[in-house]
């Protein structure tokens, strides 16, 4: 891997040349005159850190727009399965490839992910030189032999990328998923140093179906089963009260906060300002392009903000700095990326984000303008350990 | 003013050619080889409606991110007033240009606007081509004579642009103008026959100083006042109950549902399900750029909806189709403009989106992608009266 200069960027007030090598910030303050084997120009452009998204299903690109405005089992039964049911391995390939360009385009340069034939994506991630966290789901409905099978994938697998891609255990959720397969999941993820990746507490009807089954609400269930750890990614989280919050923030359980999606599926509101009072670690994710409908996690920062803003009465919660943190710091540091910061040191993962766009202007604010008034046409140009992903608006591959 | 052909454009699931004349539509299937003064290639591009902006305050786009994440009191008392105090016609001027291109690049080409200084607004729209209610704001503080001279104005003003502007009477809000006031505004527009545009029911201490001073809350207030009719366009509109849902029904009034600005400063979550069930007549606005912070209607269509969804538990309210109507073809009704749909003899006001964008694949449902996946690097080209005012990404001025 070579060296790469970014020329002329605007970073903490000021502008600068900034030198990368070996896939990291080696220089944020290069001498002019610096060499380089690629350089990239960016006057008029913020160095900005990209996104992590900690929770989606890439594949699901391919239902973008194919059943909305429904309620959710209405969505699953009649649609989302049997279309699901209907798809290739070549499809899922193609799916992950149409989401790939969207996070590319959109500034995301990682994802949590949860989905089948995981192969497929594990190839379009390694082509185009995206991060991702890769989820081996696990449900009841798998035969014996499948989920042994999958237990031996999680034993024997090797990153391809050196780096850039992880495996993580996924059982779906606690209601497709039974609590000995749960303790399994949470054991071979403890042993092996695995994330484990789960639904958790989406819906209100999770929680009551769970207390009518366990006796317990869905945080305190996976608790006694010793399931939730430091190690554990929980998508969703609307419906908990403050003890259970308290547990999470214990447990060191990260949170990834869907906030389209919980919308548009009317799950409910996330309890923002309780979470956060409980010291619970968030983050952010978009859920598939089914239920939000895009990967765009500059909107879905937005979305965040807003909803902790009138979901709590206070226009104080969330304010965009902590949004942004929430979306790209604190997202790498769940999954143990040693980024989303630009810092000398740090794996190169960084944005070029266009000061003339239109909603970039007047800039008394970078942050604000780029969490509240942004989209992703103000994203030039996108690079991930090192790598120029997207280049003045042309994706590499 | 000449012939505009869009050649090969995506509409109502077919391939065409449009013949825009006059600056309407003349034909939606115009023959091959059919000559105009002007061609714009649409190959792989959505003709769609364009949008139509009930409520901003455009001027205010140079306080785009000057203050954030604070209470509404704080917000005006302490930056926004002291702001646009030392505000000059040059300023207005300057923001209002930024605010115009924001709308172009985002496929708006009306607006509702309520700032001071109108003569620079009126200028800038004139000189960008763009649709615009302009409103002449009335507040207690003004003097006799500067009233009088407003009155004059709406009085004696005429469009320079033949029918592309008009002017309202635009009394702040019940809290900064006096019942006297109010009932000279509602007059004024009455004889004259123009729209009144309002602030209403935005906050909870609105209502509850409402009923403190005049014993009733705001709606029933004006009501009582006989300002209420089929001219009034009130924004916001957050606190209200049925029997003033149904008030606001039986007299026609236009409401201007602005959900960012609702959510970013914590007023409250507009009560679309109760409305709608009413019979009220809905639009959607942005609010100006401080408070939201951008003047995109496509993003703001998706608050809407997934608001109007999380705020009734009900994932069926305000589906995709319903919030699309509301921005375009309600909007342009309510002011009186013949436009918002796409049909022969309607004034030809358009956009060309771009099908090939990640965020509109793959296209299972068109307007499903345009209100829920999408964002401005899709809207290549805005025509408005039958004149181009962006060209695949190039503003025309």
């Not at 391995?89 to 089948?116: K, N, P």
């Not at 259970?244 to 389209?260: F, M, N, Q, Y």
């Not at 239920?291 to 965009?320: H, I």
């Not at 790498?332 to 239109?358: C, P, Q, S, T």
Request: hydrophobic share 40%.
């Amino acid at each position: 891997m070579g060296t790469l200069l970014i020329r002329n960027a605007w970073l903490d007030g000021r502008t600068t040349d900034v030198l990368i090598s070996d896939g990291r910030f080696r220089s944020l303050t290069a001498p002019s005159g610096t060499q380089a084997d690629k350089v990239v120009e960016a006057a008029g452009m913020a160095l900005l850190p990209p996104f992590y998204n900690t929770h989606t299903h890439a594949a699901m690109s391919l239902l973008r727009g194919y059943a909305d405005d429904m309620p959710l089992q209405k969505w699953l039964l009649e649609y989302v399965w049997p279309y699901e049911n209907k798809m290739t391995r070549q499809d899922i390939r193609e799916g992950t490839r149409m989401a790939l360009r969207e996070m590319i385009r959109t500034g995301t340069v990682f994802f949590s992910d949860m989905y089948f034939d995981i192969e497929e994506t594990i190839d379009v991630v390694r082509e185009y030189g995206l991060r991702a966290a890769i989820g081996v789901t696990f449900v009841n409905s798998h035969s014996k032999s499948q989920q042994a099978e999958k237990l031996d994938m999680l034993r024997s697998w090797n990153d391809p990328t050196g780096g850039r891609i992880c495996l993580t255990v996924a059982p779906h959720a606690i209601y497709t998923v039974g609590p000995e397969l749960l303790v399994q999941c949470a054991e071979t993820a403890r042993s092996r140093n695995l994330k484990l990746h789960i639904h958790l507490s989406e819906t209100r009807g999770e929680v009551e179906d769970c207390i009518r089954e366990h006796g317990l609400t869905p945080v305190r269930y996976l608790d006694r089963l010793g399931v939730l750890g430091d190690n554990v990614i929980a998508a969703h989280v609307v419906h908990v009260d403050r003890e259970e919050a308290d547990i999470l923030a214990e447990r060191g359980v990260t949170i990834s906060h869907c906030p389209c999606s919980n919308m548009k599926l009317a799950s409910g509101i996330f309890p923002y300002k309780m979470l956060h009072e409980a010291g619970c670690r968030l983050t952010l994710g978009t859920d598939g392009d089914s239920s939000n409908n895009n990967l765009d996690m500059r909107e879905e920062m937005k979305f965040a903000a807003l909803l902790a803003k009138v979901g709590s009465g206070d226009p104080e919660q969330l304010p965009a700095g902590e949004v942004f943190d929430m979306a790209t710091r604190a997202g790498a540091e769940a999954f143990g990326i040693d980024a989303g910061v630009i810092a000398e040191g740090k794996r190169a993962d960084a944005l070029l984000v266009d000061l003339h766009n239109e909603k970039m202007q007047p800039c008394h604010n970078l942050l604000s303008n780029w969490v509240y008034a942004a989209d992703s046409s103000a994203v030039d140009t996108v690079i991930c350990d090192g790598r120029v992903l997207m280049e003045h608006h042309e994706i590499a591959i």
